[in-house]
Structure formats: structure tokens, C-alpha cells
């Protein structure tokens, strides 16, 4: 199984983003070989980048964002946050430094160690490193 972070979901929905023909490879490449999975909070970043304006993408309504949020619900396995994701992501704010904006990406990290899974795509590996000994960052393709 593999999680995959919101900015993978973000460029592979938006044909006009940058690196949209890598993130639409990546899902094609690991969604034929394994299950793909995600996280409310990932739906909740998409539906976020989807409705501001990007200089790729024009933003979209947020009924728009949701009903695509909604389609991602269906075809990757739903991680639900609880309880043993709150207690994972208080033992890595003990354990490493982090703050701001960083605290949804550990939230991740716990997610995903609640879970028993350590595999996660993302395009902003730099923004996991912190946590390599916990999780193993997916090459992507062209990697």
C-alpha cells in the first residue's frame, strides 16, 4: 500500500500544473501494482489548492472541488485519522522539530504510522526527510 500526498492528487487533476504528466505516470505506475491510498486531510488540502487561483489553474468552485474530492474518496483506500493518529503525531512532536505549516505533514507521517504503512509519494520529498527513518519515499517516475 502507498499514500499518496495532496500535491501528487493536485497536479494530476490540473492539466495545465506543471508537473501533471509526472503525477498522472506515478499514479498509473504504483495504482496498477498496489493499492493507493489517502487521508480525509489530503481530500480536504485538494479540495483547498483546487479552489485558489494558481497560475496554472483557474480556481475552481468549491462544489466543483468537492465532487473531484469525492471521486479520489472512491478509488483510493480512506486512512481515517483517530485517536492512534493523534498519539503518533504527539510522540513525533517530541521527536523531531517541526512547526507552522509542517505540522500537516507529520499529521501525515502519523497517519501513516497508525496504519502500519510506511510508503508515501509525494513531489515534496524535502518537506518529509525529517522523518526518513520512519517512512521510505516513493521514486517517482524519471527518478
Known sequence: MMFVDTNVLVYAAAPGAPL???ARAALV???GAETLCLSRQVLREFVAVLTRPQVWAQARTPAA?????????????VLEDGPLVWERLVELCRGFAFGGRQ????????????????????????????FGGLIELAPLPGE
Open 20 to 22: 501533471h504528466p509526472s
Open 29 to 31: 505506475r504504483y495504482g
Open 65 to 77: 472541488a468537492a465532487d473531484a474530492a469525492l471521486v479520489l474518496e472512491q478509488r483510493f483506500d
Open 103 to 130: 505540522v500537516h505533514d507529520a499529521n501525515i507521517v502519523a497517519t501513516l504510522l497508525a496504519h502500519g504503512e510506511t510508503r508515501l509519494l509525494t513531489f515534496n520529498a524535502g518537506d518529509f526527510r525529517r
